[in-house]
């Protein structure tokens, strides 16, 4: 059971590049949701998903798109790299948003130039 | 706004003392409430949870918290330290939406 996988683990862009980040669970949950880990700063919430088609932002949302097609796949796309997206990435997932702790990935380290 | 405190970016205790750290929240609902571990170069690792009944709760690795509604808090507990508690804990939580709302993180080293 490989829970909530990410690719790549590491990335360095050049400021505005875009890239995608992927994530995918095998676990069968509909709620899926990326942070990323700042300094600090703790996790902020970039973007959620409830299920399949559902999509919604979160704390920090502005540079990233996500989709949710399937429910095992919710990708993060950079739209154009900025510095101040330099970060590390995770990716959870859980059985529900509210009272079901959540499965992390190991994170994506990205650093834009 | 829901909102999580950790009022200590860092605590030290010595293997085999009782160690505690620190959340409060805001006062707004019932709360769900959550406490998660990182270790270096890892995700995070669910720990323990509390969403309603018992004010203590019991959670992964010998670890506990207690809910205390008047003062707002959610205090992580363990009686006996281990060298291998040594990492960065967080403490979340939920107002029942889709949003689970991270502390700023406690980093923990227990000296041996």
């Known amino acids: 059971n490989a829970g909530v996988t990410q690719t790549p683990k590491f990335q360095v862009l050049k400021t505005g590049q875009s890239m995608t980040l992927q994530c995918a669970q095998d676990m069968n949950h509909e709620y899926m949701s990326w942070y990323r880990q700042d300094p600090g700063m703790g996790l902020r919430l970039i973007h959620y998903?409830?299920?399949?088609?559902?999509?919604d932002q979160g704390e920090v949302p502005n540079g990233y798109n996500v989709s949710r097609s399937t429910t095992e796949d919710f990708p993060l796309r950079l739209l154009s790299a900025a510095p101040s997206q330099t970060s590390v990435y995770f990716c959870?997932?859980?059985?529900?948003?509210?009272?079901?702790?959540?499965?992390f990935g190991s994170g994506t380290r990205l650093t834009v130039v | 706004a829901q909102s999580v405190a950790q009022p200590e970016d860092q605590v030290k205790v010595a293997e085999g003392n009782p160690l505690t750290v620190k959340c409060t929240y805001s006062v707004s609902g019932n709360p769900y409430l959550f406490w998660y571990v990182q270790y270096p170069n890892r995700g995070l690792q669910f720990l323990l949870k509390?969403?309603?009944?018992?004010?203590l709760v019991k959670g992964s690795y010998g670890f506990e918290a207690e809910f205390n509604k008047s003062q707002t808090s959610f205090h992580l507990k363990k009686p006996s330290a281990l060298v291998s508690d040594s990492a960065l804990y967080f403490c979340a939580v939920n107002f029942g939406n889709e949003k689970l709302t991270f502390g700023t993180g406690t980093r923990l080293t227990i000296i041996p």
């Open positions: 509390y969403i309603t009944g018992d004010n």
């Open positions: 959870a997932s859980s059985y529900s948003a509210g009272n079901y702790g959540y499965t």
């Open positions: 998903s409830v299920g399949a088609g559902i999509t």
